[in-house]
């Protein structure tokens, strides 16, 4: 199926030097809500999005590129967390016809099931780089008795990275760059101590937090090694940006928290944060300076999931009669 998008609903930012276009990507039809989970350098977004079905009402995966929005992977309990440029996409699903989650790699119009390891039950699939790498974890248990592992997928193996960095405490891996650097999160997930990491070549480094913080978690890393996520401070959760060895606190709009989702080449970082009223809106930071993205129709909610090498940040935005998948654009 296929649904045309509803383009070009224009909201100019504050005169930060950033300009910003927000666009409504719409639904599947007869959907309410819906929302961008990735981008990739085309420009192409993955996310999910409501449907009208013959049973009833259900939840698809969607790829937007050229304007419309497409019927793309149809998997029961299914996301897509991750898309690179060849369009390979990675995410999980949770079918009848298997005992738990899975992680999957879609391509070439074909779902391949990454399958788990040793004494785990589940996968789920987060990130994916241009060389076809897949990142993310996997687990056992449920609520406070999971216990979670990260795991690297390459040329049809999947490798437990939890038992490289630390088998006896949780970890998840959420993305890997094209130089094959992994970020994600270890510690003690039941106590909130997880902190950020970096494994690169071998060799886990513990990104630490922000002063007067207790745990961190790394959401994205760029092709210059660059890393972004949220730590914890003495006043509320802060996204941060690791460089050269250095976390960086990137503030917020105004209000309490923050917490940064993707970042580029060029360094521009994107993520939610809430403001000075406590709304939570998307924000564009580069060069020391963090911009509203804004919302549609006026609502007080937004997210960005993502920036590609264009600019282009893919989020999500609420409205008066549901919720949208939105790309900002300059």
Known sequence: MIASALIGIAALQPATGQTFAIHDLGTLPGGNDSYASAINDRGQVVGQSSIATAGGPDTHIFLFEHGVMTDFITLRGGDANGINARGQVVGSANPATHPGRFAYLYQDGAV????????????????????????????????????????????????????????????????INNRGQVVGSLGNSALGLEHAFLFDKGVMTDL???PGGHASDASAINNRGDVVGTSSTATGAHAFLYKDGVMTDLGTLGGSMSEA??????????????????????????????????????????????????????????????QRAVLWTR
């Open 261 to 322: 989702t993707g970042i580029n080449d060029r360094g521009e970082v994107v993520g939610t944060s809430t403001t000075a009223t406590g709304d939570r809106h998307a924000f564009f930071y580069r060069d020391g300076v963090m911009t509203d993205l804004g919302t549609l129709a006026g609502h007080n909610e937004s997210f960005a999931v993502g920036i590609n090498e264009r600019g282009e940040v893919a989020g999500w935005s609420g409205t008066w009669s549901g």
């Open 112 to 175: 391949t099931n990454l399958g788990t390891l040793p004494g785990f039950t589940d996968s789920e699939a987060y990130g994916i780089n241009a060389n076809g790498q897949v990142v993310g974890l996997v687990s056992r248990g449920r609520g406070r008795h999971q216990f979670r592992n990260a795991f690297l997928y390459q040329h049809g193996v999947m490798t437990n990275l939890g038992a490289l960095l630390n088998p006896d405490q949780n970890s998840f891996a959420t993305a």
């Open 208 to 210: 630490g937090t922000l």
